[in-house]
């Protein structure tokens, strides 16, 4: 995720990070730029066409796509702040697990505080690149007898940590460490790791629908290539920079909602993944 000043109007405008939607529009901005180059010689120079009320249809259709492209936008934003609020439950949840097994461990119990403190890290690890392409369990710490032998056994690796930290816990209150009353409190963070995770899954592996996505970049793509067929009429040649600007807003609007409706990624606009786990691992560090 790109950290930026949004107050920084001047930088903002002019500046071309390499996931600005301007670089992967370009080329067909330059092609839309030729054809309609071409219209308008077709048209004007050669045709000798006269308009009459040419842009009055687009500009109807146009109002309908704005409409359509808002609800998409709207749509995609709902999913990525939707992650942003289950990576943050991640968080507390992690914080209040550390507080409370920090409470009610004694202090000698040190293998046993650090064997929590990092299956809570490998968990959060294991959803965030499970939520990617795959759990490298190679990226896991090993502790106790939680090894890369122990998370290859199955294909879903968070469901792995979750099982030894739930086995963990009950080990706590059948050996008397912990009270019926401590083990419920417990219960509830780790029940909420399976919950938050749950949720992630269900925005990763549902994707906007086909025939909504599909039929959108179709009327995209038709309104801008007839679009130049009645604005050369009435702009000539200056319905170039028009159209292609048209094309680029449009689209752009497009681009942003496919980047952020599956936030999980490494994209410039993704969540923040990586930072997260790293807070959880500093946060853990310091209450265990």
């Known amino acids: 995720m790109i950290t930026y000043n949004p107050k920084d109007w001047g930088h903002l405008i002019f500046a071309f990070h390499r996931s600005d939607t301007f670089r992967a529009l370009l080329p067909g901005m ?3 730029g030729v054809y309609t180059a071409l219209l308008a010689w077709l048209e004007n120079d050669v045709l000798h066409l006269t308009s009459k009320n040419s842009t009055l249809v687009h500009s109807l259709v146009g109002f309908v796509l704005s409409m359509m492209l808002i609800f998409r936008t709207n749509t995609a934003y709902d999913r990525w702040w939707e992650g942003r609020r289950l990576w943050g439950s991640f968080v507390n949840n992690s914080r209040n697990l550390a507080f409370k097994l920090n409470a009610f461990l004694p202090e000698s119990a040190g ?12 968990f959060v690890i294991a959803a965030k690149e499970h939520l990617r392409d795959g759990v490298d369990i190679h990226h896991l710490s090993s502790v106790g007898p939680y090894d890369t032998t122990f998370y290859a056994k199955h294909s879903h690796v968070p469901n792995q940590v979750a099982k030894a930290l739930f086995g963990e816990i009950n080990r706590l209150y059948a050996s008397g460490c912990i009270s019926g009353d401590q083990l419920i409190l417990l219960n509830a963070e780790l029940q909420s790791f399976a919950e938050n995770l749950g949720a992630c899954e269900r925005i990763k592996k549902t994707p906007i629908p ?4 599909l039929f959108l970049k179709k009327i995209i793509f038709l309104y801008v290539f007839t679009m130049p067929i009645g604005f050369v009429l009435d702009f000539s040649y200056w319905a170039i920079p028009a159209v292609a600007l048209v094309f680029y807003a449009f689209a752009s609007i497009e681009l942003i909602a496919e980047e952020i409706e599956d936030p999980f990624g490494t994209h410039a606009n993704d969540l923040p993944t990586d930072a997260i786990v790293e807070t959880i691992r500093g946060n853990l560090a310091e209450i265990l």
């Open 30 to 32: 330059l092609a839309l």
């Open 111 to 122: 293998s046993e505080r650090t064997l929590f403190r990092t299956l809570i890290h490998n």
């Open 210 to 213: 086909y025939a909504y996505s």
